[in-house]
């Protein structure tokens, strides 16, 4: 273990924070923080309609959910090129870029223009399916600006500076709208189509048991060490988003919901990430009435944190971060959990979630009942609740007594001096 722990400091981490700071890397992960505020509107109204099930009378607000929620696709084209500049330091492109990303995913999503002018297309495309194609239409316009980018041209140039901006501009936006008109009007070729085709075995692996406890552990396994899971929403974020329109879809058309791969069951419904990331919530309990000071004093002032699934305070003070006693039990979790929720929800034991609601902050068992729909998320709440404190409890137990002696010898040194 101590061998494998000198590999993960000395190595492993240090590769995996330079890796993260890539700005196709970045970027991406970059991108996805800054459209969070359009799902979580789509989810505010989500939430809403939960009351207006029980209340008709209320207006309805579908339309926000559309050009919120339903526009995603189109949201991550502008900011993928717009972060792709900024991390390259083409901080001259980063508008311009973004609004000719916006341009490429129109076109990507193949419109019909008819004689008329009349413009048609499929809606849905704008939104979470569209996801992937709004990232392959950002990086495509990112490499073309950069390109030119790095020609510098007309930089040694009496001109104005106005002048030399527009030329800069100008070629880039040319060549890429052209490019995809070439593709699109000229080819006939549906890039969108295309897009979700190369990318479906992704999307398809994520759907599968395999794939869904391998991404959960992955964020998991990084957390342990210092990487925020922020790291993996370029990956999570397209497949958790096309999960949860297709099972909203399916109970529109009177379906049943299939992919549990989303969001909702993996952090609203707080089963999987009871306390936070690695299900760190009894673990906390457990310091709160820990015999080491130190232990008990941190976990009492990190509980509240934790009642709302948060639990970076705990991460950083217990610590849990690069600490071998609880990292592995934290590993533990990110297996265990993800296979309880996979079968209960696949054996019609529990409810798959089939509403688009993002607010991973709602304390469980309510938010598990309210993001199923259904009661017997309190009974999988407690099984989960008994999982995770056995697996917590002999780790916990043997730092607790490594700490003890700690402050026992700090003591004993305090009284000397």
């Known amino acids: ?59 309805n607000f579908i339309r926000i959910i559309n050009f919120s929620f339903g526009m995603l696709g189109l949201l991550t084209a502008f900011m993928v090129a717009n972060q792709m500049m900024e991390k ?14 916006i341009s490429v995913f129109i076109m990507f999503i193949k419109p019909v223009l008819d004689a008329n002018g009349m413009f048609t297309v499929e809606f849905n495309r704008f939104g979470p399916t569209g996801i992937i194609v709004g990232i392959a239409a950002g990086y495509m316009v990112s490499i073309l600006f950069h390109l030119v980018g790095k020609l510098n041209l ?34 006939n070729i549906d890039l969108f189509a295309l897009v979700l085709l ?4 992704i999307q398809n692996f994520g759907q599968t048991l395999p794939g869904f406890v391998l991404l959960i552990f992955l964020m998991t396994f990084f957390y ?26 399916a109970v529109e058309a009177g379906l049943a919901p299939m992919n549990i791969a989303t969001n909702e069951a993996v952090f609203t419904a707080g089963l999987i990430t009871m306390g936070g990331m690695g299900a760190t919530l009894t673990l906390n309990l457990l310091m709160c009435f820990s015999k080491s000071k130190s232990l008990k004093t941190v976990g009492r002032l990190t509980i509240l944190p934790s009642i709302f699934n948060i639990n970076e305070p705990i991460m950083y003070s217990a610590p ?19 296979l309880v929720v996979w079968f209960t929800m696949r054996s019609g034991l529990l409810n798959i979630p089939s509403k688009m609601i993002q607010v991973g902050q709602i304390p469980a068992p309510l938010s598990s009942v309210m993001i199923t729909e259904d009661l017997r998320a309190v009974l999988v709440y407690v099984v989960l609740f008994i999982l995770y404190l056995v697996t917590w409890y002999p780790f916990f137990k043997v730092y607790e007594k490594q700490r003890i002696a700690e402050e026992q010898n700090e003591l004993q040194l305090d009284q000397l001096d």
């Open 88 to 101: 390259l330091g083409h901080t001259q492109y980063t508008i311009n870029a973004g609004l000719t990303a």
């Open 154 to 187: 007309l930089s040694n140039s009496s001109l104005p500076d106005f002048v030399i901006g527009w030329v800069q501009n100008i070629i880039p936006i040319i060549t890429s709208i052209g490019l995809t008109v070439f593709l699109t009007f000229y080819l």
């Open 224 to 249: 342990t060490l210092g990487i925020s899971h922020w790291l993996w929403n370029g990956v999570k974020t397209p497949i958790f988003m096309a999960g949860i329109a297709a099972n909203i879809a």
């Open 320 to 338: 849990i971060v690069m600490n071998p006693l609880l990292m592995v039990p934290m590993w533990i979790n990110s297996i265990t959990g993800p």
């Open 198 to 201: 190369l990318f479906s075995p």
């Open 1 to 59: 273990m101590k061998r494998f722990m000198n590999w993960l400091t000395n190595s492993f981490t240090p590769t995996m924070n330079k890796f993260s700071q890539k700005p196709v890397v970045a970027a991406l992960s970059s991108s996805m923080q800054k459209i969070i505020p359009f799902i979580l509107t789509g989810s505010c109204i989500h939430l809403y309609n939960v009351l207006r099930s029980y209340i008709p009378a209320l207006p």
